[in-house]
């Protein structure tokens, strides 16, 4: 088997144990809304810029050679106006045209030679860009994989869509433009001011004084400019949010006729994303008429002081270093402004880079791997005075201490909100416990390999998760090695083959994202075989029958019993007489553990299980 279907393998694994629902409300730590974050001011500039220069330090030599060309290319197209000036005082001036003609035509080779060094420079960096964007992605999305749960308790699935998507578009843009732009401009900045007082300094003072102003106007248009972007970048998230959270929950809308409040919503904050897009492109319109008419002022100041400097001390300037510094002056102002519009620019991306960076920096659960590999577990399992907090505050498990051998079922039952789907996912080590230890045959599950460990476990959920793809894909997620009839066979055992079987395309069926073209109880027997075909050595059913009709419920629960066959398993139910026959029975209210033992003792002590038990089954 290839290395990408073993890391594949491991990838789905990961995210199909990921799916458990927190019934507990009580026990989800609080994360993010629907809505993705506006994209805030960067915090850590000089840090961000030198990290992402790090991952460009592979692709030095390339920008270095990039650098090399854009200096030449530009030094040379900067002549320009210094042949100009020549042509015009030296041959122009006496009617001399045939040396005219040669200077044309060195003109036009420097015109076509900076065209085609930009041309190949632009070509270069993008490739650079996007190969530097991939890794960062494949950096991120990596990280995710080894990420630990409590990570994604602290951020919304939406918020880190929009960080490997449109942030990563920031640096890409970034990249692309702000390096080629910096250089380019920093060389004509500097070579055309040299260059100008080289042809006439009088005529360059001229230049100097207006420096300041525009400077000064580009400096605070592009702050208002910024402010506005990021009010139209926050309105924008929170419009995407609306739309995501209605679209989802589109069903229950219409069954409460709340169609008209939402539409208001969406209107009142339409509205406020237009107005923030009027302003942030209103006051980026006014910058580029104003250099315009600015450079055109500038120039005609140029043209008339050096004309009357002329005309009085003809021995001060000529006509040529008029032209030429008339020139010089054009192209010595637009670069400044544009620098400061792609300061703009920079700061996007350095921000976008900021938030994936949180990413990549995210804690890996691998770091706390354990050293131990294991095939195969015999079974038993026992929690020792386990502790267990989400937020290090408010212990959500407290002394639990249980015991379970090999082949026996273990049911948990209790009051929503007290703790039981929190204790399956430490068996799995999605969290590690405060106090105490978890330890499976003998040995604590902190010395097993993560992978190795959550291998021989296998979950079935209350809303079980199917993914893109066929059914008989999605059943062969519980083990990629196996071949389609044994797939077909795990199916069959299940209860599944059936009703796969009338479907249109039988196992090739394609299953819509989430499985919403396929029942509840359907997506539940699929997942059934998908565990079923993993063949673990611990079983989980956290709530596997509770949203399903009787009949189904009936065909889940005879899968399950070939399921649970000399596996040792938990099982996690509210209906009672599921668990009737459960080897031993553990009751959690207010994360502790306050009775244990089987069915008939547990109702002769007429203890909180009674209690629960008459609520269920008498009037």
Do not use: C
Not at 221 to 230: L, M, P
Not at 463 to 472: A, R, S
């Amino acid at each position: 088997m290839s290395k990408t279907k073993i890391l594949n393998k491991q990838a789905l694994n990961e995210k199909l144990r990921k799916e458990i629902d927190l019934n507990d409300s009580r026990n989800r730590p609080t994360g993010g809304g629907h809505n993705t974050p506006g994209l805030a001011q960067p915090k850590q500039i000089k840090e961000t810029l030198k990290r992402l220069l790090g991952y460009m330090g592979v692709y030095k030599y390339a920008v270095f050679l990039i650098f090399i060309m854009l200096f030449i290319a530009t030094s040379l197209a900067l002549l320009v106006p210094i042949l100009f000036a020549r042509a015009i005082d030296e041959y122009i001036y006496f009617l001399d045209f045939t040396p005219v003609y040669r200077i044309a035509v060195i003109i036009i080779f420097l015109a076509l030679f900076n065209s085609l060094v930009r041309f190949v420079s632009r070509f270069i960096m993008v490739r650079i860009s996007q190969r530097v964007v991939k890794k960062i992605r494949s950096d991120a999305f990596g990280q995710l994989m080894k990420a630990p749960m409590k990570h994604y308790d602290k951020m919304d699935a939406g918020d880190i869509v929009s960080r490997l998507s449109n942030d990563l578009e920031l640096i890409s843009n970034s990249l692309g433009q702000v390096i080629l732009e910096v250089i380019n401009s920093s060389i004509v900045i500097v070579g055309s001011l040299v260059l100008m007082f080289y042809l006439n300094w009088a005529l360059g003072l001229i230049v100097i004084v207006f420096m300041p102003i525009m400077v000064l106007f580009t400096v605070k248009i592009s702050k208002k400019t910024r402010k506005g972007f990021k009010a139209q970048q926050t309105h924008l998230a929170k419009l995407n949010g609306i739309i995501e959270e209605n679209i989802s929950g589109l069903k229950t809308v219409k069954l409460y006729n709340q169609e008209t409040p939402f539409i208001e919503e969406f209107s009142l904050e339409n509205d406020k994303l237009k107005e923030a897009g009027f302003s942030a492109q209103f006051y980026s319109g006014l910058v580029w008429p104003f250099i315009h008419f600015m450079n055109n002022l500038m120039f005609l100041t140029v043209v008339a002081v050096g004309a009357a400097l002329y005309l009085r001390y003809d021995a001060l300037v000529t006509i040529g270093q008029i032209a030429g510094v008339g020139q010089y002056s054009r192209q010595f102002m637009m670069p400044i402004a544009n620098l400061a519009q792609l300061f703009n620019t920079l700061m996007q991306g350095i921000a976008g880079a900021e938030r994936v960076f949180e990413l990549i920096d995210a804690d890996n659960e691998y770091a706390l791997d354990g050293t131990k590999a294991i095939d195969k577990f015999s079974g038993s399992i026992e929690f020792r005075h386990v502790d267990f907090s989400y937020d290090s505050h408010e212990l959500i498990l407290k002394d639990i201490t249980f015991s379970a051998k090999s082949g026996q079922v273990i049911a948990i039952v209790g009051p929503t909100g007290g703790g039981k789907t929190t204790t399956i996912k430490l068996i799995n080590r999605f969290y590690d416990v405060q106090s105490g230890e978890i330890l499976i045959d003998e040995t604590p599950i902190k010395d097993y390999k993560i992978d190795a460990l959550r291998k021989r476990i296998g979950v079935v959920l209350q809303d079980t998760h199917l993914f893109k793809g066929t059914v008989l894909e999605n059943i062969r997620y519980g083990d990629l090695k196996a071949h389609d009839a044994q797939a077909i066979e795990a199916a069959k055992m299940a209860n599944a083959h059936d009703f796969i079987s009338k479907l249109p395309k039988g196992y090739q069926t394609e299953i819509y994202e989430g499985g919403q073209n396929f029942s509840q109880g359907e997506r539940q027997l699929i997942s059934i075989a998908r565990t079923l075909l993993n063949n673990p050595d611990l079983l989980i059913l956290d709530e596997a029958t509770s949203n399903v009709d009787t009949r189904t419920e009936a065909k889940i629960q005879d899968s399950m019993k070939t399921l649970m066959q000399g596996r040792t398993s938990i099982v996690i139910a509210h209906r009672l007489q599921t668990i009737k026959a459960a080897d031993k029975i553990l009751v959690i209210h207010n994360g502790a553990l306050i009775e244990s033992g089987n069915h008939e003792t547990l109702l002769e002590e007429k203890g909180f299980y009674y209690g629960l038990y008459k609520a269920q089954f008498e009037q």
